[in-house]
């Protein structure tokens, strides 16, 4: 086969170099990923459980193992796959009540659950001039569930490429299909064959300040509707239908004193029709540095979320009302994680190593706390590791 | 239809846009922004300008990466095929060489200068990601081969879209062409005589494409009667001998004169290299021999 001519590869690398006026680029390179994380739940107090069997309080370790694809297709497009493989050990809290000594305790099942999830998607885009057209379809599969979703999504970039619009739109339906129905009956059987669907829009704009910073602002709402109580739990009554709204500021500013670095500044406000109300801080700072010859990039990121509680949440599991969940997820408490990411560039290669701490207490919101405890929140550490490669 | 001649001077070289148009002030309303275009290209990749994006890159040489825009990483793919279709002779970091070769003096540099300058030039030693670019210690990177002829076509753009189809633009010496006269003749250009720039060797009809010239009449100094050009081979830290200019047509300035350039510094294998590449090209060797397609 004749080798192509420097005339011709340097014509369509020409062609290629977007003038300022030009807009979204079609990655050129096909790039795999391999990540491997681990999440750990830490042991809960010893006092404040009450395990059905031995005296477990180890909680959930999870391994997620994913790989990902990214090839350019005709300059014009992009295909996005991934594939990721979750195994999940250990016990968890199927309820909470008060103790003879006045204080809550958790029920954690003793027997340790051994499962694994399966998770795939695929995203194709669209590049044109002015912007992005991409459309994605994603399945999730587990022993006790099922779930597939379907997304579109767009971009639009004006005035120079200083302002973009981004919209997407998600559908998705899951099936449960718990374990050990038979044999627990209640609400695993009642359960059983179930279904839950939610609907997702985004509607944000992104915009140049100026050379060194950017800003995002976002709004979400999500409509879920079906099954949407925990069958695991003991009793878990939630309402069949829930809305969520979200608004979402992206701050990102390039300081140049220090030699330079990236300041990144996130805030979410969520807010729901189960009386739950939620903020999220996260900052975060990126910095290339030199160690002995190494190249690296480092990024400490710090986050806060606080919340109030459902309407609904309650540990008192002799309460008598229609709805209840003592589900620690839907309790008021705040919680700060702290991590930070290392990254390595060699040539084509890059990888990554993260690593972080979530600590939660009930006592921690900031606003809107309530007399009701929660004993279950989790605290947890992630590690990861990950390599990518451009080629 | 009105002719507009505009001239004025960028990137350290006399500069001039030949444009026709029935409607005058869309005409200049297109030199106008035209010029513009030339004089934003200037400003983002001047060396001599401490904020210039080039420069950014530069001055983060060994302590860190710099994020680049999507023009500039445009450029430096650019950059990176060239190094590579050149079998590693177009080489972006041969600017250091400027350190040791002083062409206004008539001294050659020692050959250890020359080494000193050697270990930091090599395009290799550089980590550009497609994002980011990295530069080691006393590192940098010169635009200056390609930028010129890259606003030569930006430029020409620029009329094309402000519908202006007869004209050329001249960036001193790379010429893109909008199109033929408005009597449908062609433009001739002239490829100077490098032993007399004053005269033409050669004239070259275009209609289209763009014409990019390398010669070693540009800058150069004369020792004990030999000639030292500014084109350096980057491997040896020495000029490069044997191709006295060198011109290529193609759809575009960019292209054409890397590939001048390219020829330039393959030295005795020029001939045969651009007619492996199927290039349109004309060629005059220190022998004053001529080849290419318009002998």
């Known amino acids: 086969m004749k080798k192509q001519t420097a005339l011709s590869a340097l014509t369509m690398s020409a062609l290629a170099i977007p003038n300022v006026t030009d807009a979204a680029v079609a990655p050129d390179k096909k790039t795999l990923s391999l990540r491997y994380t681990q999440y750990k739940e830490a042991p809960m107090p010893q006092e404040r459980v009450q395990a059905v069997s031995g ?23 992009s295909l996005d796959t991934s594939v990721s493989y979750e195994t999940m050990s250990g016990a968890s809290a199927y309820g909470s009540s008060v103790n003879a ?4 305790e958790v029920h954690m099942s003793g027997a340790s659950i051994e499962e694994s999830r399966l998770d795939a998607s695929l995203q194709g885009t669209r590049y044109f001039k002015e912007g992005t057209l991409g459309s994605s379809v994603a399945i999730s599969t587990e022993n006790d569930y099922e779930s597939m979703a379907l997304g579109v999504s767009g971009s639009l970039e004006l005035y120079q490429k200083h302002t973009t619009l981004l919209s997407s739109l998600s559908v998705s339906h899951d099936e449960l299909s718990p374990t050990d129905a038979d044999l627990y009956q209640g609400a695993r059987l009642e359960a059983d064959g179930e279904n839950k669907r939610s609907f997702s829009l985004y509607q944000g704009l992104s915009q140049v300040l100026d050379k060194f910073s950017t800003l995002q602002i976002g ?7 079906g099954y949407l109580s925990d069958p695991y739990r003991t009793r878990d009554d939630r309402p069949d239908s829930r809305e969520q709204s979200t608004l979402s500021l992206q701050y990102r500013y390039y300081l140049r004193s220090f030699g330079g670095m990236a300041l990144h500044w996130d805030y979410r406000y969520y807010q729901d029709d189960w009386g739950i109300l939620a903020n999220t801080i996260s900052s975060s700072v990126w910095k290339d540095v030199e160690v002995s010859g190494l190249h690296l990039t480092l990024a400490p990121n710090v986050r806060y979320h606080w919340q109030h509680a459902a309407d609904f949440y309650s540990v008192d599991a002799s309460s008598n009302s229609e709805l209840y969940s003592s589900d620690y997820r ?60 451009h080629f | 239809m009105h002719a507009g001649v505009h001239e004025f001077r960028a990137m350290g070289s006399p500069c001039s846009f030949h444009v026709f148009h029935e409607n005058e002030e869309k005409l200049n309303k297109a030199i106008a922004l035209a010029q513009q275009e030339v004089i ?6 001047s060396r001599f300008l401490n904020d210039s994006v080039l420069s950014d890159i530069n001055n983060q040489a060994g302590i860190q990466s710099v994020q680049v825009d999507s ?4 450029l430096l793919n650019y950059a990176a095929l060239c190094f590579e279709q050149s079998d590693a ?3 972006i970091t041969s600017g250091v060489f400027r350190r040791v070769w002083d062409f206004k003096s008539t001294r050659l540099p020692e050959q250890s200068a020359v080494n000193e300058v050697l270990q930091y030039v090599g395009y290799e030693k550089i980590n550009w990601n497609g994002n980011s670019i990295f530069l080691p210690t006393h590192m940098e990177i010169d635009l200056g081969g390609v930028v010129k002829e890259y606003a030569a076509d930006c430029a020409r753009q620029v009329f094309l879209e402000n519908e202006i189809h007869h004209g050329l633009v001249n960036l001193g010496g790379d010429i893109a062409v909008l199109g033929e006269k408005p009597d449908l003749s062609p433009w001739y250009v002239g490829v100077r005589n490098p032993q007399q720039p004053q005269q033409a060797i050669v004239d070259i009809p275009l209609t289209q494409g763009a014409i990019a010239t390398s010669g070693y009449y540009e800058r150069y100094m004369l020792v004990d009667g030999e000639r030292y050009c500014h084109i350096i081979n980057p491997m040896t830290g020495w000029p490069v001998r044997y191709c006295a200019t060198v011109s290529v047509v193609s759809p575009s300035c960019l292209v054409s004169g890397s590939l001048a350039t390219i020829a330039m510094l393959k030295q005795n294998e020029a001939v045969t290299w651009l007619e492996e590449q199927g290039a349109v090209f004309f060629l005059q060797n220190h022998e004053a021999q001529h080849f290419g397609s318009f002998c």
């Not at chain 1, 005296?55 to 497009?77: A, E, V």
């Not at chain 1, 839907?330 to 990254?343: E, F, H, P, R, T």
């Open chain 1, 101 to 104: 000594d006045g204080q809550t």
């Open chain 2, 71 to 74: 023009e500039t990483a445009g």
């Open chain 1, 330 to 389: 839907l309790s008021a408490y705040g919680a700060v994680s702290v991590g930070i990411d290392l990254q390595y560039h060699h040539q084509d290669t890059s990888f990554t190593l993260s690593l972080s701490q979530y600590v939660s207490d009930e006592d921690w919101g900031a606003t809107g706390s309530q007399d009701t405890e929660t004993p279950a929140l989790v605290d947890f550490t992630t590690f990861s590791l990950g390599v990518d490669y």
């Open chain 2, 89 to 91: 002779l177009f080489d």
């Open chain 2, 40 to 45: 934003r290209l200037e400003k983002k990749y």
């Open chain 1, 219 to 225: 709004m979400g709402y999500t409509h879920l509707s």
């Open chain 1, 55 to 77: 005296s477990s309080t180890g909680r959930y370790d999870i391994d997620i193992l994913q790989f990902r694809f990214l090839t350019p297709i005709q300059n014009k497009y």
